[in-house]
Each structure stands twice: as C-alpha cells, then as structure tokens.
C-alpha cells in the first residue's frame, strides 16, 4: 500500500482566547503525492461518463435488474432499496455481470476542450478496446463500467481492513473543541495516481 502522504515538519500555532494555553497546538505538514481525489475527482468523473457510455439506458431497464422486492415507490417515483438496508443476500445485484450495451463516448469530441482533446482520445481508444466486440461477448462480459466500480471498492477494502486490524481509528476524534469532533475517514483520504505512479 502506498501512502500519499509523506511527514515533512510540524507547524506550532496559536488559538485566539485558547482555554489551554500551557498546551502548545501542531499541525503536522505533509508532502503529497497528488491532489486528485476518489471523491471530489474520480466518482463524480465516473457517474458523469454513465450517461455517455450507456446512452440508451432507461430507468426502466436498471430498475429491471434488481428483484421487485428492491424497488421502493416514493412520490410516484422508483428507486432502488439501498444495500445497507437489504437483509437478503439473494436480492443483491452483481452488476459485473449484468449486460449492458457500453459503448465509447467518441461522438462528443466537438465538445472537450482543445487542451483536453488528446487526453480525451487516448482515453475513448482505451475505452473501445476494453469493451466486447459484440452484442453476445457484452451478455457474457458484464459491465467494464461495474468492474471499475468493484475495483475501487475493492482497493479502499484493503486500505480499511489494513487499519482495522492493526487497531488504528480512521480519523474520527475530539481536536480543541470537546464540542465538535473531527471525522477524518472519508473517500477524498485516497488519492487518484497513474500507473507509472506505482513503478
């Protein structure tokens, strides 16, 4: 496991009326490896690609997928059951191998910027030669979108269990104020690197 962040000081800082002032205040200064974030990068860059790679997907047709007792009516509107909140194994969902028809989003380059042109094709090109060939490879292969899902998933899994069983508490406790705890243990704690990042 790689760690994207890497001790380079401590900063001593000082509270306006601080209570306890005998007690000095650091904060640690890190270097990191990358600003791009699982949460405020990655995953809404991937929930905006869904409409562009499955372009003829209806709600009808996702909801299709999950059995009946998954499907919650509110306001005259559908939506799935959440998982947390499902006590049967069986009405879950692989969507790894559910078929659906991607397809790459090449039709849009007249509307990525010229300086991300490039960045653009390359990654349609990676995109086309990962999905099936054909309608039957794609009832067979599943969804490349669900597997990217279930790879991320996957890598934070490992991260959290690496914690959990050497005891250490992700981030979540009490700083200055006993009033207002401090939760640390959110999706933006990974950040997103290239490949040749790990060489």
């Known amino acids: 496991v790689k760690v994207g962040n890497s001790p380079l000081l401590l900063w001593a800082y000082d509270i306006p009326e601080d209570t306890t002032p005998k007690l000095q ?20 860059g991937l ?9 003829t997907l209806s709600l009808e047709q996702v909801l299709s997928f ?6 919650l009516t509110e306001l005259n509107e559908k939506e799935v059951k959440p998982t947390w909140c499902v006590e049967d194994q069986t009405s879950l969902v692989n969507m790894c ?28 090109y990676c995109i086309r030669e990962a999905l099936p ?17 279930w790879q991320l998933g ?12 050497a005891g250490i508490n992700w981030g979540y406790f009490f700083d200055h104020n006993p009033c207002e705890p401090h ?17």
């Open 97 to 124: 191998t559910t078929p659906l028809q991607e397809s790459p989003p090449s039709q849009l380059c007249d509307k990525i910027p010229p300086r991300f042109l490039g960045d653009w094709c390359r990654a349609t």
């Open 133 to 149: 060939l054909s309608e039957e490879e794609a009832l067979s292969c599943g969804s490349l979108m669900a597997l990217l899902y």
């Open 47 to 55: 929930e905006s690609l869904l409409p562009l790679l499955l372009p």
């Open 183 to 199: 939760c640390n243990s959110h999706p933006n704690n990974f950040i997103v690197l290239p490949p040749v990042s790990w060489h």
């Open 154 to 165: 996957w890598e934070v899994g490992v991260v959290k269990r690496l914690l959990q069983e």
């Open 25 to 44: 205040k650091y904060c640690g200064v890190f270097e990191t490896l990358g600003e791009k974030r699982l949460s405020s990068h990655l995953l809404p």
């Open 66 to 71: 999950f059995p009946k007792d998954r499907i």
